[in-house]
């Protein structure tokens, strides 16, 4: 039986990946900061799918706890066959209002995190000859909406590269990259997002769903929902200064 690795996975798009491959036979490594939460996931993991779960509890904005993570994705006598680097949040507030401090511990979780994760589970995969690494991303990492959009910049284009890097390992590496979820992620940034139409609103278990059937036929981007697929194919052909000029209507982070 195979085994999957998923940050993040007690709400949301992760927990989602958690279901959807527990219903396939994966026993589950179930890594997120809230213990409680992690056992309640667990449990209902093993009682409705009969999986084996292991829970990590660690907050991925810290260097050591992430540390701890990676060295469990480089364990190859308990080999972890796909991992799931979807942990990730936005801020409430504009990146010259924040703290510094603050813009550093959310680059950690989006950016450094997958970086660290990937390299581990990587290096791990290859020498064993298959696996598979989703990095979950956004359409936001195609416009210019805060740092949140630059993190999830730096997620696609990092996992194209790897991607290539991993050519004929046997190992595969895909970028997700959804628009509008129905999850608790906008509330949690304390967003507006009641000018979003609703046809451009996604269900999580959909795009799940259409994720790893991608990474079954070796995709590289997965881009979930006829209108995200037609905005991201469009999006390279606008002006950049259009894009900038549209960017800033997409959510509206709280000022200091």
């Given at each position: 039986?195979?085994?999957?690795l998923?940050t993040g ?5 992760g927990?989602s990946f958690?279901?959807?491959?527990a219903e396939?036979?994966h ?10 939460r ?10 409705k ?6 829970i ?9 706890e ?12 308990r080999?972890?066959?796909l991992l ?9 507030k ?6 510094v ?6 680059f950690d ?6 970086l660290v ?9 290859r020498?064993?000859?298959?696996g598979?690494?989703?990095?979950v ?5 195609e416009?210019?909406s805060?740092?949140?959009s630059a993190?999830k910049?730096?997620?696609t284009?990092?996992t194209?590269?790897?991607a290539v890097?991993?050519k004929?390992?046997?190992?595969t590496?895909?970028a997700l ?9 906008h ?10 139409p609703?046809?451009?609103?996604l ?11 991608d990474?079954?036929k070796?995709?590289?981007?997965s ?5 995200y697929?037609a905005i991201v194919a469009a999006?390279?052909l606008?002006?950049?200064p ?14 200091k």
């Open positions: 039986m195979s085994t999957a998923v996975a007690t709400s949301g798009i927990l958690a279901h959807q491959l396939r036979g026993d589950v490594v179930l890594v997120a900061r809230d213990r409680a992690l056992e309640n996931v667990s449990d209902d993991l093993r009682a799918y009969g999986v084996g779960t292991e990590l509890v660690a907050d991925l904005s810290d260097r050591a992430t540390g701890k993570v990676a060295e469990r994705l480089a364990d190859q006598a080999p972890v066959d799931v680097n979807n942990a990730g949040y936005s801020l409430r504009r990146f010259l209002d924040n703290d401090e603050v813009e550093e511990a959310a979780v989006l950016a450094r995190a997958v994760l990937s390299h581990a589970a990587g290096n791990a995969m020498l064993r000859g298959h598979a690494i989703v990095n991303s956004s359409v936001a990492g416009i210019s805060g740092t949140y993190a910049s730096f997620v284009v990092f194209e590269a790897l890097e991993l004929d390992t046997g190992v590496a895909t990259l959804p628009g509008f979820t129905h999850t608790e992620f509330q949690r940034a304390g967003h507006n997002m009641s000018r979003i609703r046809f451009m609103w269900q999580a278990d959909r795009l799940v769903r259409d994720c790893l059937e990474v079954a070796g995709k590289v981007v881009v979930p929902g006829p209108q697929k999006l390279p606008v002006p950049r259009v894009v900038r000029a549209r960017s800033r209507l997409v959510h509206r982070p709280k000022h």
